[in-house]
């Protein structure tokens, strides 16, 4: 009997999500990505873009390391095929479509390269501070040594202070954190940001039959203030607007308060707004079913690619 292979190519943007963005439709389609950083443009199609070697991998007795990667492929179909109803019949889903697309938005919003790469930096920041601490006077260092021994954790006594010192001091050395516990605290958040979701009322965005058209990206949750203002801003707060686009003429738009019908149908300069947001908010990919996009800037409708 065969073993099937580990999986060590992991998606953190669905395949058949980003599927709806492609000339097709579908996952063997074809898109434009274009490159933010270097203005350059190729195409492609969704197997070969939003994903990141070993990005679910869980080191657990008893589980294959692809297990979350596996688990997450059920839910991600269904949701998906939530989308694909809400494209269809352009009409707002049902309770159960409603719930299902929330959920891969908030995963989404959660899990990606972008988020965890910030989060990654901030902890190591704070780690490398420790460190600098517990090597600023002898008396901490023992201090935190014999806490340690206490705990069970064994220091070797070849390891002097002023070693310890001498190797932070000269920073010769490199943090690196598992995605297993990267997925631990991706999932912590995605429980306190769901509810967060559901209390937003939330509309169907329908793009101009004649164009332009929704964008994707590789961090299509796009967060904003209603006002356009600048600052710090969170899912939680007041006056803000969070859109995520699910196909080529169909977008998804949350806020808290003075909300839009169910269904809005768009001119061509909201379907722009959006995908200025959608652009800005890339890690480094932007998604389009055709080389030129729509974004709005300074007051008009101006083609992007």
Same mark, same amino acid.
């Given at each position: 009997?065969a073993?099937?292979? %580990?999986?060590r ?11 709806? /963005? ?14 933010i950083?270097?203005g350059? &443009? ?11 070697? #070993?990005?679910?991998?869980? #080191? ?5 390391? +692809? ?7 059920? /839910? ?9 109803? @809400?494209?269809?019949?352009?009409a /707002? ?23 965890r790469? &910030? ?15 517990l090597?600023?006077?002898?008396? %901490? ?15 070797? #006594? ?7 010192? $001498?190797?932070? =001091? ?5 943090? =690196? ?9 991706e999932?912590?958040?995605? +429980? =306190? ?5 559901? $209390? ?9 039959? +004649? ?6 990206? #590789?961090?299509?949750v ?7 203002? &600048? ?14 686009p699910?196909?080529?003429? @169909?977008? /998804?738009?949350?806020?808290? =308060? ?5 269904? @809005?149908?768009?001119k ?9 947001? @959608? ?16 974004v ?10």
């Amino acid at each position: 009997m065969a073993v099937k292979p %580990i999986s060590r190519r992991h998606h953190y943007l669905p395949q058949s999500y980003l599927a709806a /963005f492609t000339d097709t439709g579908l996952k063997g389609g074809q898109f434009f990505v274009l490159d933010i950083q270097t203005g350059h &443009s190729f195409r492609t199609s969704p197997l070969n873009v939003g994903a990141e070697r #070993d990005f679910n991998r869980v #080191d657990i007795e008893g589980h294959a390391p +692809d297990a979350i990667e596996n688990a997450l492929a059920p /839910f991600e179909g269904e949701a998906v095929d939530a989308i694909r109803r @809400v494209i269809d019949s352009e009409a /707002f889903p049902t309770d159960s479509d409603w719930n299902l697309i929330l959920n891969l938005l908030g995963l989404i919003a959660v899990r990606n390269p972008k988020l965890r790469g &910030s989060f990654n930096r901030s902890r190591g920041q704070m780690l490398r501070t420790i460190g600098d601490l517990l090597v600023s006077d002898k008396k %901490i260092w023992d201090h935190h040594v014999k806490k340690t021994c206490a705990a069970g954790e064994d220091i070797s #006594d070849s390891v002097s202070f002023e070693d310890a010192r $001498q190797f932070v =001091e000269n920073g010769n050395y490199r943090i =690196e954190f598992h995605p297993q516990g990267n997925l631990r605290v991706e999932f912590h958040a995605f +429980d =306190e940001l769901l509810p967060l979701l559901g $209390q937003r009322t939330w509309s169907v965005l329908v793009a101009p039959s +004649d164009g332009p058209e929704f964008i994707c990206s #590789d961090h299509p949750v796009t967060l904003a203030w209603k006002s356009g203002q &600048s600052g710090p801003i969170g899912f939680k707060l007041k006056e803000t607007e969070v859109f995520f686009p699910l196909g080529r003429h @169909v977008g /998804f738009y949350g806020v808290f =308060e003075s909300p839009l019908k169910p269904v @809005v149908r768009c001119k061509p300069g909201h379907v722009a707004t959006m995908n200025k947001r @959608v652009a800005w908010n890339s890690e480094r990919h932007v998604y389009s079913s055709i080389e030129s996009f729509f974004v709005w800037d300074e007051g008009q409708a101006r083609r992007l690619g």
